[in-house]
T-cell receptor, first 115, second 113 residues
Framework: GAVVSQHPSWVICKSGTSVKIECRSL??????MFWYRQFPKQSLMLMAT???????TYEQGVEKDKFLINHASLTLSTLTVTSAHPEDSSFYIC???WGSGETQYFGPGTRLLVL | RKEVEQDPGPFNVPEGATVAFNCTYS??????FFWYRQDCRKEPKLLMS???SGNEDGRFTAQLNRASQYISLLIRDSKLSDSATYLC??????????????FGQGTILTVHP
């Protein structure tokens, strides 16, 4: 069964609104979670690392004020896309590492469409 | 050289064919490698891990060539259900890289009747 869930699975919103995506680890605690973004016909690109109890760290080129990350508990990380624009339309996937970090559990992804 | 680079594809093969994908990586310090499979509009799923020279699991064989810094994935007796995008994945090395993965751009495989 799924060990990492995401909600919602898809969302359509108007330009300028904010969208929150939740990522939950179901059977284990995850002090670290990752957020990836995948544009059509491209591969997954790491956006940021969500850290429970401390600030998220962002990859180069990812705006921290636009993609707000909150690791509220050991089983929940949220990504909020603020003031979304059509170019933010993408497939957002979270993952949680296990053990040494080489085993990753991926969420099922959230498809965002900004009109 | 890109951190992880794959055959551009796409590959279109008939059922029963053998197909191979290559992937090159830039960091010679990398110790482990993975092949993931991603179906359309789904999350990636781990297919194989490669830690030493290679790994075999049924119809799938992954091989590692450290000297040339490439990993290959061989699929024998292709099935229609093998149609997917195959992603070469290399964990980042370094102290602040726990759990971070670098994905190749993916190779699309279509197996037709």
């Amino acid at each position: 069964g799924a060990v990492v869930s995401q909600h919602p699975s898809w969302v359509i919103c108007k330009s300028g609104t904010s969208v929150k995506i939740e990522c939950r680890s179901l059977d284990f605690q995850a002090t670290t979670m990752f957020w990836y973004r995948q544009f059509p016909k491209q591969s997954l690109m790491l956006m940021a690392t969500s850290n429970e109890g401390s600030k998220a760290t962002y990859e180069q080129g990812v705006e921290k004020d636009k993609f707000l990350i909150n690791h509220a508990s050991l089983t929940l990380s949220t990504l909020t896309v603020t003031s979304a624009h059509p170019e933010d339309s993408s497939f957002y996937i979270c993952s949680a590492p296990w053990g040494s970090g080489e085993t990753q559990y991926f969420g099922p992804g959230t498809r965002l469409l900004v009109l | 050289r890109k951190e992880v680079e794959q055959d551009p594809g796409p590959f279109n093969v008939p059922e029963g064919a053998t197909v191979a994908f290559n992937c090159t990586y830039s960091n010679s310090a990398s110790q482990s490698f993975f092949w993931y499979r991603q179906d359309c509009r789904k999350e990636p799923k781990l297919l194989m891990s490669v830690y030493s020279s290679g790994n075999e699991d049924g119809r799938f064989t992954a091989q590692l060539n450290r000297a040339s810094q490439y990993i290959s994935l061989l699929i024998r007796d292709s099935k229609l259900s093998d149609s997917a995008t195959y992603l070469c994945v290399v964990p980042r090395a370094g102290g602040t890289s726990y759990g971070k993965l670098t994905f190749g751009q993916g190779t699309i495989l279509t197996v037709h009747p």
